[in-house]
């Protein structure tokens, strides 16, 4: 879910329980169409009439807004980042891990690593993209949840081409199975004070990652269960939503006090 400068909102919904041809993916051993007009975005506005929708994606998991109205689309189920010219529905860039040589980022990574490939269904799960617009140049931080990384991308170089380079990777957080580092992470965000908050998921933590060091500034684990978001507010709180334990709760960054917290009809709730 997004909120657009509008006021609309954009909701992206799949369902998994369609049994459908998806030749060469696999999910638990069930083929699936991604093609499903279950597999969509929409946009409503504030009188939940729906105004826009756009189909032909695979378990889309991320919308973000860009300043010039385009939309980034995290499509998870094709691997990859897309930039679509809203209102139209086009494909103006397209952003692939299959389509990076890893070895050129990291020689450890190599022609065998698994980040390499060869794609497969949920490959990359790749499933989130947040924009940040620096003073000489834009960037987009990726979240590869089954790559255990998150990596910061020079967007504007992807754009003058050629896309899917790997010098365009300007930074990058994680590593594949060290889960002391990151553990199947989902919602990696900008904080106003340059650094990186990312939901920790499977190691059930949030945490602040200083942008340059790559240390770990602060960190948050009280009685979270696969928290799967993470948002610095603008009086500097951070809401948390807890997916497992189906609430989403504000708390002092400070103190770590928890000011407020929903819980209603929640189940399993994945951002807000």
Not at 108 to 118: D, E, F
């Amino acid at each position: 879910v997004d909120r657009k400068a509008n006021g609309n909102t954009m909701i992206s919904t799949f369902s998994f329980l369609e049994v459908l041809n998806y030749p060469n993916r696999m999910l638990n051993q069930i083929p699936v169409e991604p093609n499903s007009s279950d597999h969509k975005i929409f946009e409503v506005d504030r009188s939940g009439k729906k105004v826009w929708e756009l189909i032909g994606l695979a378990q889309p998991h991320e919308i973000e807004e860009l300043p010039d109205g385009h939309i980034l689309i995290a499509d998870t189920g094709f691997d990859r980042v897309i930039e679509i010219d809203y209102p139209n529905k086009n494909i103006v860039w397209e952003w692939k891990p299959e389509h990076i040589n890893w070895t050129k980022i990291n020689p450890l990574w190599n022609s065998s690593h698994y980040y390499n490939g060869p794609p497969a269904f949920d490959w990359t799960h790749l499933n989130d993209v947040d924009f940040k617009q620096y003073s000489t140049w834009n960037a987009c931080l990726i979240s590869i949840r089954n790559f255990d990384m998150i990596v910061e991308v020079n967007y504007t170089a992807e754009k003058l081409g050629p896309s899917n380079n790997p010098d365009n990777i300007v930074w990058y957080y994680g590593d594949y199975k060290n889960h002391s580092v990151l553990q199947r992470q989902h919602n990696p965000d900008y904080l106003s004070n340059g650094n990186i908050i990312i939901a920790d998921s499977e190691n059930n933590r949030i945490i602040e990652v200083n942008y340059t060091t790559k240390k770990v500034e602060w960190v948050y684990q009280s009685g979270l269960d696969w928290p799967r978001d993470a948002d610095e507010i603008p009086n500097g709180n951070i809401l948390i939503t807890d997916s497992l334990n189906s609430r989403v709760f504000i708390i002092n960054k400070e103190s770590k006090a928890i000011l407020w917290q929903f819980k209603g009809d929640l189940v399993n709730p994945y951002e807000a």
